[in-house]
């Protein structure tokens, strides 16, 4: 079991920035990858980007590259979402969640395990 607890969420005006976190925990062979997912209503997840967790290794979607950073403590086995120049379409759910090797970092579907996901507003 992998457990997945995220933060940082909360309401801010166009061009601020916020922080997600994103504490990890349980059986290292599923939480190989942490990625960030959000969700717009009516609409399935989208990945805006993915840590390989051993390797350091950073992916982001193009939609969010420039804007959005991710990082890591592996000591406090935490995954960071850095979002700045905030705009209204990245008002949305977002969530982290973990996944093994040998499946695609972008695809919702290869994560097995979710968190409860952490809410972000922007306001214009």
């Known amino acids: 079991q992998v457990q997945l607890v995220e933060s940082g969420g909360g309401s801010v005006q166009a061009g601020g920035s916020l922080r997600l976190s994103c504490a990890h925990s349980?059986?290292?062979?599923?939480?190989?990858?942490v990625g960030w997912f959000r969700q717009y209503p009516g609409k399935e997840r989208e990945v805006v980007g993915a840590?390989?967790?051993?390797?350091?290794?950073?992916l982001y979607a193009d939609s969010v590259k420039g804007r959005f950073t991710l990082s890591q403590d592996n000591a406090k086995n935490t995954v960071y979402l850095q979002m700045n120049d905030l705009k209204p379409e990245d008002t949305a759910m977002y969530y982290c969640a973990a996944k093994e090797y040998g499946s695609l970092w972008y695809r919702a579907s290869s994560y097995r395990y979710w968190g409860q996901g952490t809410q972000v507003t922007v306001s214009s």
């Open positions: 840590v390989d967790v051993s390797e350091g290794r950073l």
């Open positions: 349980g059986d290292t062979d599923y939480r190989k990858w």
